[in-house]
T-cell receptor, first 115, second 113 residues
Framework: NAGVMQNPRHLVRRRGQEARLRCSPMKGHSHVYWYRQLPEEGLKFMVYLQKENIIDESGMPKERFSAEFPKEGPSILRIQQVVRGDSAAYFC?????????????FGPGTRLLVL | AQSVSQHNHHVILSEAASLELGCNYSYGGTVNLFWYVQYPGQHLQLLLKYFSGDPLVKGIKGFEAEFIKSKFSFNLRKPSVQWSDTAEYFCAVRGSSASKIIFGSGTRLSIRP
């Protein structure tokens, strides 16, 4: 049973380019969460999605960042016009249901480096 | 404000030493508590979790944690560490009806062989 998959594992972008990060949840999981880990810091919640719905985006920066989880295919975290401060590790997690007794299972992360 | 505080940024121990990593949280209401571990080059793995019941929780690889509600603490312990325990350890909290997890900044554990 494959775990949460993320790709690419490493991504290098120049300032002003776009970054697309993909997350495929565990089989049977319909809830996806994105977290960001800045250097020397813990993970910070960004957004929580179910299929075709954004449930909680309270941790998303107001500009340049967007996320989707379409009916078919992986969840995408998109960063437009990247800046150096976007350099971080981006982790995706999934769960079969919301909150309660559910555990979130994490993927290996995408390490974004903005030059 | 909701937050998790891990007191030690970097802990260095010799093999067979006992381990205790401190974790305190600030969160109103009923909480779920977690310890995650990230081995070098690998993804976060769940070490143990507390949802309700016995405040002494046993996890994988001989780890345990104790939830002390009056102290808002959830310290991680292991009686005898091994070199393979070298990793980063994250304490985390979530409201029992919430979705997002709030993480501490992590404690890097280095074990001398």
């Amino acid at each position: 049973n494959a775990g949460v998959m993320q790709n690419p594992r490493h991504l290098v972008r120049r300032r002003g380019q776009e970054a697309r990060l993909r997350c495929s949840p565990m089989k049977g999981h319909s809830h996806v969460y994105w977290y960001r880990q800045l250097p020397e810091e813990g993970l910070k919640f960004m957004v929580y999605l179910q299929k075709e719905n954004i449930i909680d985006e309270s941790g998303m920066p107001k500009e340049r960042f967007s996320a989707e989880f379409p009916k078919e295919g992986p969840s995408i975290l998109r960063i437009q016009q990247v800046v150096r401060g976007d350099s971080a590790a981006y982790f995706c997690a999934s769960s079969p249901r919301q909150g309660g007794q559910e555990t979130q299972y994490f993927g290996p992360g995408t390490r974004l480096l903005v030059l | 404000a909701q937050s998790v505080s891990q007191h030690n940024h970097h802990v260095i121990l010799s093999e067979a030493a006992s381990l205790e990593l401190g974790c305190n949280y600030s969160y109103g209401g009923t909480v779920n508590l977690f310890w995650y571990v990230q081995y070098p080059g690998q993804h976060l793995q769940l070490l143990l979790k507390y949802f309700s019941g016995d405040p002494l929780v046993k996890g994988i690889k001989g780890f345990e944690a104790e939830f002390i509600k009056s102290k808002f603490s959830f310290n991680l312990r292991k009686p005898s560490v091994q070199w393979s325990d070298t990793a980063e350890y994250f304490c985390a909290v979530r409201g029992s009806s919430a979705s997002k997890i709030i993480f501490g900044s992590g404690t890097r554990l280095s074990i001398r062989p």
